[in-house]
């Protein structure tokens, strides 16, 4: 399927490279990028061939937030228009954030407002250094209030108050120190090598078994995840159950008591 706003294309590997695709304006996000992101993690992640997503972008910068002519528009919409608004963007980050493959970030040049929910909602997080951060919507007269839930998730409400109030610029340094970041490099050719690095190593791993671990970290670090599991030994003991009697998890122990490769190794 073809997109405005992105570009979408799976390598044999099974990973799917999904790149933010409006330079001119430096991938800021409008309504049709928020529809379209939606309709790539709702449906194309979900392919039986797809193992990885890496979440990019075009050009000089990662994501510059959300683009003016579309944050424009608030100021003539009603607030039931606005409200409809918001719950499309509140809805792209939450199915970012439950998607069932794991979701690498490569980050550079700049990821600001929205643009750091998106870092917030991936797995793992490679960025070059000089790479500019910054939660600055208070500047506009706004909150960063869709991306609010993941960006506490990810760096807690310590660091997140201090960053939401303050719309302070920071870099990548910085950003590993809260937790945003998980890894830094020096530039673009080194991110494209890291970026090579943890894909090839990650193709190794069982393909569902990454999913459920995922799961995993969602349900014991959400509160209302938490609530809806009972009780936490019981919720984890069940779960490793499940996925020990599961087609893949019978032949990943098999393989590894037969010295040989498992079946999703090709």
């Known amino acids: 399927m073809s997109y405005q706003t992105v570009k979408v294309n799976c390598d044999a590997r099974g990973v ?20 379209e992101l939606t309709q790539v993690f709702s449906k194309e992640v979900t392919d039986k061939n797809v193992k990885l997503v890496v979440l990019c972008g075009d050009s000089s910068t990662f994501c510059a937030g959300g683009d003016l002519n579309w944050m424009g528009k608030a100021i003539h919409a009603t607030r039931a ?33 929205g643009g750091v929910g998106l870092v917030s909602v991936c797995d793992y997080v490679i960025a070059v ?34 960053l939401f109030i303050s719309a ?14 998980h890894e830094l490099v020096k530039d673009q050719v080194e991110l494209e090598s890291a970026l090579e690095r943890l894909l090839n190593n ?8 990454m999913g459920h671990a995922k799961r995993l970290v969602l349900e014991l670090s959400w509160p209302e995840k938490r609530a809806r599991m009972g009780e936490p030994l019981e ?30 190794i090709k």
Not at 18 to 25: D, K, M, Q, Y
Not at 93 to 102: A, D, V
Request: net charge positive; hydrophobic share 40%.
């Open 16 to 35: 799917l490279k999904v790149t933010l695709s409006r330079p001119e304006v430096r991938n800021a996000f409008n309504e049709v990028m928020i529809a």
């Open 81 to 113: 228009e606005n409200l409809e608004d918001t719950r499309n963007l509140s809805k792209l980050f939450g199915t970012m954030n439950e998607c069932s493959k794991p979701l690498i970030g490569a980050v550079h040049g700049a990821a600001i407002g």
């Open 129 to 162: 250094e000089s790479t500019q951060f910054s939660l600055s919507e208070v500047r506009l007269g706004i909150i960063p209030a869709c991306i609010g839930p993941f960006v506490v998730a990810k760096i807690g409400p310590s660091y997140a108050r201090a």
């Open 168 to 181: 302070e610029r920071f870099s990548g340094t910085r950003a590993k120190e809260v937790g945003l970041v």
């Open 202 to 209: 990650m193709v190794q791993c069982g393909p569902h078994a």
């Open 235 to 264: 919720f984890v003991s069940q779960m490793l159950a499940d996925v020990r009697v599961s087609p893949e998890g019978q032949e990943g122990i098999r393989a590894f008591l037969e010295k040989r490769k498992p079946s999703w």
